[in-house]
């Protein structure tokens, strides 16, 4: 956002609590894979140009692509400056920081979509024995105590963290609740493309049928690597598969009997979507030249799945937290939140704030939103709706 206003002439100032990339720096494993391939890395001002196209980089990684951004594109960036409030002002907005407060006529809110991990209430009822992790804190088998572990969450992180952990020679248990399940390639070709071809990232906010659902969506159980990394896999590693956490009761975890059926509806969503693919490469006249269809096997779950799990006879020392990030807006002193503490904005522009605007949240102004790829569409067209708002 910086960049676009910056070729508008807008003067502005980038807040930042830590340094350039912080979240990349400090709130992400170390061994993370971007389940993004480079290709899609283009941000404003400077297209994906990546030696490696088909390759994913690691967090330290992203880190050293956005402090180089922010050097190359001169962004006025004050680090080491948190926001602790933005309340109306006598002209726009007052920003209260660390260091000073400042007045605007407009705010960009981008302090990202996981800055807070959720973690179920129930883990206060684990024994004190038991350590408890989320994935902001986690930062390798190593920083994880011996003995085996139980990952809650299989999603995006909750699967790269199972099975990283898996391969370190950790016995694992996999707790699985509603989940997204890809390929990570399709046809000869990465997944990624084939959302972009069939048209699902570009897919507006205000089409789909339940934005509120579309908007909570849990991150597709994918990887950066071509190696398989779904519950199957997972399984012939070794690790352990049980349904969605329920409770916790002393040292007893129990798990839902869903597991099956969550599997099953995984597995049926993501044969639609392969279908889509299919019809698109038919009408697109590309069927000769991808190799034929072969699907991924429906994921093998047993008929008993464990329901009870007694953590300390079954040497568990540690629960890893992999349930998701929200947003912290806590230091918005504005009327912009529903019911529930969400933000409300309609497309990023938010309501009832005139002049204030939000970036980064998932599916903000398409699916594609909730990925650094859709940076770019998203501030061209709030760039835009700024410069409106100032008057230019
Ligand atoms: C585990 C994980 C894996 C992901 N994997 C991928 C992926 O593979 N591909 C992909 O495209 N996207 C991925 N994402 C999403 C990606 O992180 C976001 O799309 C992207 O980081 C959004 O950038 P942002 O600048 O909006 O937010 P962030 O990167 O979160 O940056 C927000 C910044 O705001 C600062 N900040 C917060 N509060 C304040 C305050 N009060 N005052 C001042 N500064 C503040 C923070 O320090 C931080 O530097 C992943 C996200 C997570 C959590």
Known sequence: MSHRLAERSVDHVVLERGEVADSWRTKRWPGLRLLTPNWMLGVPGQPAGHTDPDGFMTAPDVAAFVRHYACRTAAPVRAQTAVQSVRRGRRGYEVRTTDGTWHANAVVLATGASSVPVVPACSAALA????????????????????????????????????????????????????????????????????????????????????????????????????PIDLAALAAEGVRLVGRLVAVDGGTARFSGS??????????????????????????????????????????????????????????????????????????????????????????????????????????RTRASTYIHGAAADTAALADRLLAHLGR
């Not at 950790?170 to 069939?198: I, K």
């Not at 089409?207 to 579309?214: F, I, T, W, Y």
């Not at 799990?309 to 992999?322: E, K, Y």
């Open 259 to 364: 597991l099956r059926n969550v599997c099953a509806l995984a597995d049926l969503k993501m044969a639609r979507f392969l279908d889509r693919a299919d019809a698109w490469a038919r009408h697109a006249g590309l069927d000769g030249d991808l190799p034929p269809p072969t699907r991924p096997e429906r994921t093998p779950i047993s008929e008993r799945p464990c329901l009870a799990l007694d953590l300390h006879g079954d040497g568990v020392r540690t629960v890893i937290w992999a349930t998701g990030f929200r947003p912290d807006h806590s230091w918005l002193d504005l009327p912009v939140f529903d019911r529930s503490g969400r933000l409300r904005h309609d497309g990023g522009v938010v309501t009832d704030a005139p002049g204030v605007y939000a970036l980064g949240l998932p599916m903000l």
């Open 128 to 227: 004190p024995s038991v350590a408890q992790l989320t994935a902001q804190d986690y930062r390798g088998p190593d920083s994880v105590a011996d003995g085996g572990v139980l990952v809650v969450g299989a999603s995006a992180t909750g699967v790269q963290l199972a099975g990283e952990l898996r391969r370190a020679g950790r016995p694992v248990t996999l707790a699985v609740g509603e989940h997204v399940r890809l390929p990570r390639s399709y046809r000869g070709r990465d997944v990624f493309w084939w959302l972009d071809a069939t048209g699902v990232l570009a897919e507006r906010y205000d089409e789909v049928d339940d934005l509120s659902r579309a908007r909570r969506l849990p991150s597709p159980q994918l990887v950066g690597s071509s190696a």
